[in-house]
């Protein structure tokens, strides 16, 4: 099937399943070579974090959206508030489109100044174009005060691009639809960030093995996750597990330390203070 199909409103919705599921495969084979790219600004989110750092996601439209639901997810995940997203228009744009918000340039540099950004932080400029104003203007910003900087762009060679620390920009030719960047570009947005924070919080130590050990149990299917996960690693009932949990304050992780140390919460506190999961259960 051709993938440049202009009478897409002709095509029956099987054939346009096919081409959408044939170009997004496109868009795949286009992350794999930057793959470097990927991990080297992943090594530096990783570097910052353990300094006290931030990762800063601003955007515009669907990049803004993807950004702050990234971030918003590394809550409950993860129980980090070190990933914050900005959009274009304020929180009132994430629900409704605000023409125009993308242009203001100087807005994106008060959103940020309301943050202090500085040195520790890592801004993450997200432009399928990599050249809307208002994100750009906040990646100049944080070069200014030397905070580490990467975008996220399907253009290598736009000014976001160009201008940032680490620049991620597969190579997106066209879109299905003429234009619509929530498609191919958004798919590679996406993917790009769950990569970003999911494994710098895998190298952060909050995953042991493939069990998210920081989730924040907050409602009652976390909290089932969190029984399930102390069962798994512990290799003890669901009852026993449900015990543990209770005694750890619903603190996943000291739970399983608290197991396989036989000590107490205090004791389990102060152990992984010192150390991670990995290190002290094996």
Do not use: W
Request: overall charge positive; some cysteine.
């Amino acid at each position: 099937m051709k993938a440049k199909n202009k009478n897409l409103d002709l095509m029956t919705t099987s054939n346009l399943v096919d081409l959408v599921l044939q170009e997004e495969q496109k868009t795949i084979n286009s992350l794999k070579k930057e793959k470097i790219n990927i991990a080297k600004a992943i090594n530096t989110i990783i570097k910052k974090l353990q300094n006290g750092g931030r990762v800063i996601y601003i955007g515009a439209g669907t990049s803004g959206r993807l950004g702050i639901l990234d971030a918003v997810e590394c809550k409950p995940t993860f129980s980090t508030d070190l990933f914050l997203g900005l959009m274009a228009g304020g929180k009132d744009a994430v629900f409704k489109a605000k023409e125009g918000a993308e242009d203001n340039s100087k807005q994106s540099i008060k959103d940020l100044k309301k943050l202090k950004i500085n040195k520790t932080d890592v801004i993450v400029g997200i432009s399928a174009s990599g050249e809307t104003p208002y994100t750009v203007s906040a990646v100049k910003y944080a070069k200014k005060i030397k905070a580490t900087t990467v975008s996220i762009t399907s253009n290598p060679k736009s000014t976001l691009s160009k201008i940032t620390s680490h620049k991620i920009s597969p190579q997106i030719s066209e879109e299905i639809i003429s234009g619509s960047s929530r498609l191919r570009s958004g798919t590679a947005q996406k993917i790009i960030l769950n990569m970003l924070s999911s494994i710098s919080m895998i190298k952060g130590g909050k995953v042991y093995k493939n069990l998210m050990i920081d989730v924040q149990p907050t409602n009652e299917k976390l909290i089932k996750r969190a029984i399930r996960i102390i069962s798994i690693i512990c290799k003890v009932s669901l009852n026993k597990a449900s015990l543990l949990f209770n005694k750890a304050k619903k603190d996943t992780k000291a739970a399983i330390v608290m197991h396989f140390k036989d000590c107490d919460f205090e004791t389990a506190k102060k152990l992984l203070l010192k150390a991670n999961l990995r290190q002290l259960i094996g």
